[in-house]
Structures are given as structure tokens and as C-alpha cells.
């Protein structure tokens, strides 16, 4: 089953700075994600997005939802129509005249599957951020506190035994580093940092 969207343009230019109402954001993920699991990881992709556009891109509250947008939206068709991956969202979006930045952060998150290369500081960071954010849920499960007092070497053992969050494919994460010009280290820390905060 091939998930390349076959196109590298997405979204009207004259569409640019339409988002969607936290409300109607909400709305549209309830409706298409029913898997709590993946809702979490949705979730906490979005609230890394967020914060990341604060505290690294300096942005203010728009831009901050701009980017957290495009975190809980990046896999909201996934649940119901995986053999759709991205190609139903991207759709979706395009027909509500959502800004292309958005639209192409999305279709970008996972360049070896949509065949879209990330280019912009959000493409890279969404991409930089799914992967290695489902191994640190993943390891916080085994802990018994959880997030609280997690430590980047504890996570860092864990990202190099290949048998743990098997399916986490560490490639694409040290591909994600590099393309977004971040240390391992630094995205590490900052998870464990915010991506607690969410439940």
C-alpha cells in the first residue's frame, strides 16, 4: 500500500494565514480520531509544536497556533482510513481554505511514506518531533512515575535498544535531527520536559 501523495503543492497561496477555530479544530479531531491512544500522541505532538513555536521560534499566540494546529491534526485520518494516510486530512483542509504552510507541515511529517520533503522550520520540526514523541510516551509507561523525574540517559538507553518501541523507526529520527539542524540531545530534553504536561 503506497502512502505518496504524488505532488509537492498543497493548499491556495491566497489562503495563507486561514486557520481553523480551536473550536472547530476540536471538532474535526473528535469526529475522525476515536482511538484514545492515538488522540494522546496527537495531543502531545501538538503541545511540543506549541511550545517549540514559543519558546524557540519566538511567535506569537497565532503562530503558536499555527503549529500546534498542525501537530493534532497530523494524523487525524489515520484511525478511520489508514490506507488514506494524509491524502483525507490534506483534502480536508484544502477544502476548509486552510493556510498551505499548515497543509504542507502536514504532508511532510513523514517523507519516506508521502514522498514530501520537509523544508520549513515547521515541516521539520513536526517530522522531528512524531517519531521520537511515541518512544518517550513509551518509555514513560514503563516508569512508575511516569514523566515525573525522567532523565535524558534513560531515554537515550532506551532509543539505542532496537526491541524497545520496536515500530519507532530510529533512522527517521536521526534523519529528522539532521534536516532540522537540532541535536538528538536537545529535542530529547525538551520532550521529557513539556510532553508531560499533557493527559
Known sequence: MSLLLNRSVFGDPANAGNVLTREAANQLFHDWVKNERLKLHMKQVAHLMKCWAAEKEGLDEAGQWRWELAGLLHDADWDQWPDQHCKKIIEELENRNIDPEIIRAIASHGPNHFGVEPETN???????????????HAYSLMRPEGYSGMELKGIKKRFKEKAFAAAVNRDEIMDAMQRAGVELETIMQFIIEKQGEVN
Open 122 to 136: 515547521m515541516d521539520k520540526m513536526l517530522f522531528a518531533f512524531d517519531e521520537l514523541s511515541g518512544l518517550t
